[in-house]
């Protein structure tokens, strides 16, 4: 008796074993299945970015996407937080770290990709500079529009109570008074019309001087992944010194793809004026315009004053070791 149970407890083990080994055939065949699946839709999406040549353009807008959002996140904390909330959430030096960062961030994302311009400003500079193919100029300014307009909704959607919270003083909290400046930059109302193009050109000159310097590889050019960190250092040195007169927007598209973004969201289409200003009434397009400009400049001067006297025998020993600036053609 005794070995009959012991007996049918060898079947009933021998059993459950090959059970067990099915089980884990199934499972073993499952993986592979999914395994290929995740390999076929990623082979189909990647075919689909190369056909459309949409690779570039969501580098740029997501990168651009991370530089504004945390940016005016952290213009968003500093203005609400003064009136919505107990507590202090920052000052102006918080605003300056917050773009830098973002900048950073930014670059780390797409640097391999387009070189993250994250600004319509350094893609012209780029393209004048012969690193940027021309005919990529116009898709990367609109992927960067599109990333900062994105922002701005996110933004919205998480500041969102906060937003109708916040102590405006006796104007609405949907306004160019109150909270408008989250988004878009505004002048200082004592501000002249001619200062401020200079402050936006001006900026933007540092900023491209700055980036040419870091990235310039017949000088003392950057690690390859301390780049985007000096680029970050450099936005923040840069509101450090120039935030005053109109809060340093030095960048296209960080600035009217939000400020088009409060026009349709309930500030209405008073933002693309300055209500207060003395000298100044139509300022939207300032530092739209103004960027370009010290861009270009900065190209030229870069070029005139550094790039054309490198001596040609750090030239020829750069070229034996293989560095060559990065272009996309």
């Known amino acids: 008796m005794a070995d009959k149970d012991s007996s049918k407890k060898g079947r009933l083990d021998f059993g459950s074993g090959g059970q067990n080994a099915s089980s884990d055939h199934f499972a073993l065949k499952a993986t592979k299945e999914f395994d290929k699946a995740v390999a076929l839709i990623s082979s189909i999406w990647i075919k689909f970015i190369a056909m459309i040549h949409a690779r570039e353009f969501l580098a740029e807008m997501f990168a651009t996407f991370l530089l504004v959002t945390i940016g005016n996140g952290a213009v968003a904390q500093v203005i609400l937080g003064a009136t919505a ?19 950073m961030i930014g670059a780390f994302m797409a640097g391999g990709v387009t070189g993250a311009h994250m600004n319509p400003a350094v893609t012209l500079a780029m393209a004048l500079r012969g690193k940027l193919n021309w005919l990529k100029v116009i898709p990367y300014w609109v992927a960067q529009f599109i990333g900062a307009f994105l922002s701005s909704v996110m933004i919205f959607g998480v500041y969102h109570d906060a937003l ?13 008074n109150c909270t408008a400046g989250i988004f878009a930059s505004y002048p200082q109302p004592y501000l002249s019309l001619g200062t401020g193009f200079m402050d936006q050109f ?22 390859q992944g301390m780049k985007p960190v000096l680029v970050g250092l450099l936005i923040t040195a840069i509101g450090l010194s120039f935030g005053l007169n109109c809060g340093y927007a030095i960048n296209p598209a960080r600035d ?20 207060e200003c003395v000298h100044i009434r139509q ?11 010290g861009a270009s400049a900065a190209s030229l001067v870069y070029w ?17 070791q293989g560095y060559k600036p990065v272009q996309t053609d």
Do not use: M
């Not at 109708?164 to 160019?176: E, F, I, P, R």
């Not at 005139?304 to 034996?320: G, Q, R």
């Open 256 to 275: 009217f793809g939000p400020r088009f973004f409060t026009a349709i969201a309930g500030w209405g289409w008073d933002v693309f004026v300055c209500v």
């Open 85 to 103: 909330s107990s507590f202090d959430f920052g000052s102006q030096l918080s605003i300056n770290l917050g773009y830098g960062l973002g900048g």
């Open 304 to 320: 005139l004053f550094i790039e054309v006297l490198h001596p040609k025998s750090e030239l020829k020993k750069n070229e034996e």
């Open 202 to 223: 001006f900026g933007t000159f540092l900023l491209l001087l700055g980036i040419f310097g870091i990235t310039d590889t017949n000088n003392n050019e950057a690690k």
């Open 164 to 176: 109708y919270a916040v102590n405006c003083h006796g104007s609405a909290q949907l306004s160019v």
């Open 283 to 293: 300022w939207w397009w300032v530092p739209v315009v103004a960027p370009l400009v």
